[in-house]
């Protein structure tokens, strides 16, 4: 097997991994009992930390992005304001820039924000319908680069927002507008799922430039389940814990994190990151799938539609990416 082809099996196989990991938590949250704030916080805590130790057995020094300085100051105070108000700008603007505190940020808002959510989404719905609503995230990416640039989106960002917003409709109504097929709560941790991952992909974009992902992720990890920990303690926890519950949280924190990951960047490092980002939309049909065929998740035509559209608005603005570059 070529390095690509290998590449792109692992590509596949992360998007899999990820998509089947949320039927498992699915299983948990719905048949065992299990908290689903309480799975939040022992996935951030025990990924990350497999994700450091993976980082630092690659060769990665851990402790690097605390000792990170932010870019040398470009302004913002003119000479004749003096040079104590230019230092105390300059200070501030140089600790809320420092690398320490964008990762505390990110572990906070993006990753936690990012996991919290989609967990609520499948406890409040299905895995499928939560997967689905997340990969939303690229349409409201798409919004914020043309607000953020102060211009009209363009034809082809209209397209895919027109197909993202006819795809959630069909998905959250089985096709039938007149009533909604899933809760309002359901739908609204899925659309702030979808927000949440629009700011986990946009904010830690300056760290991931000096640092090997996987020291982003791992300590955003980490630093998520220390926050969430004050919440929902690791050592509270509810449920029935027989044999199957152990496996599907083991493969959540495993297999879902860890092993995806460590798959999702060899794919990046073989085939490049915009083939494997295309490739990643094997997550929610995979999500699908295990949800239909083992959990019994009813989904109509409307529902399958409504997923490859939302499916495409993904490959549409992946594609423009990769035209662009």
Not at 171 to 188: P, Q
Not at 213 to 235: D, E, T, Y
Not at 261 to 286: H, W
Request: contains cysteine; neutral net charge.
């Amino acid at each position: 097997m070529t390095s690509r082809s290998q590449g792109l099996v692992l590509a596949v196989g992360a998007a899999t991994l990820w998509g089947v990991s949320g039927n498992f938590a699915q299983f948990l949250f719905q048949h065992r009992g299990v908290d689903s704030s309480w799975m939040v916080t022992v996935r951030l805590l025990l990924a990350g930390l497999l994700l450091l130790i993976m980082a630092r057995f690659r060769g990665f020094g851990v402790f690097a992005i605390w000792r990170g300085a932010a870019a040398p100051y470009s302004g913002g105070i003119p000479e004749s304001a003096g040079l104590h108000a230019r230092d105390v700008k300059e200070t501030s603007r140089r600790l809320i820039d420092s690398d320490a505190v964008q990762i505390v940020l990110f572990g906070i808002f993006g990753m936690l924000g990012v996991q919290l959510t989609y967990f609520e989404a499948i406890r409040t719905s299905n895995a499928a319908t939560a997967t689905v609503l997340q990969y939303l995230g690229p349409v409201f990416i798409a919004i914020w680069s043309a607000w953020s640039d102060k211009r009209v989106p363009k034809p082809v960002e209209f397209l895919a927002i027109g197909l993202a917003v006819g795809g959630t409709v069909l998905l959250v109504t089985h096709g039938d507008i007149s009533r909604l097929a899933i809760t309002r709560e359901a739908l609204t941790w899925g659309l702030l799922s979808a927000l949440a991952l629009a700011l986990y992909s946009l904010q830690p974009q300056s760290l991931l430039k000096r640092y090997d992902s996987s020291l982003v992720v791992g300590w955003g990890m980490l630093i998520g389940g220390v926050a969430m920990s004050f919440i929902q303690p690791p050592w509270h926890f509810s449920g029935d814990w027989d044999f199957a519950a152990f496996v599907s949280a083991a493969f959540i924190v495993v297999f879902g994190s860890l092993a995806a990951f460590y798959a999702y960047l060899s794919a990046v490092a073989k085939v490049g990151a915009s083939t494997a980002s295309l490739l990643a939309c094997a997550e929610p049909l995979s999500a699908m799938l295990v949800a239909v065929l083992w959990l019994h998740v009813p989904l109509t035509p409307a529902d399958w539609l409504g997923t490859a559209l939302i499916i495409s608005t993904i490959l549409i603005l992946t594609w423009r990416e990769r035209e662009a570059a």
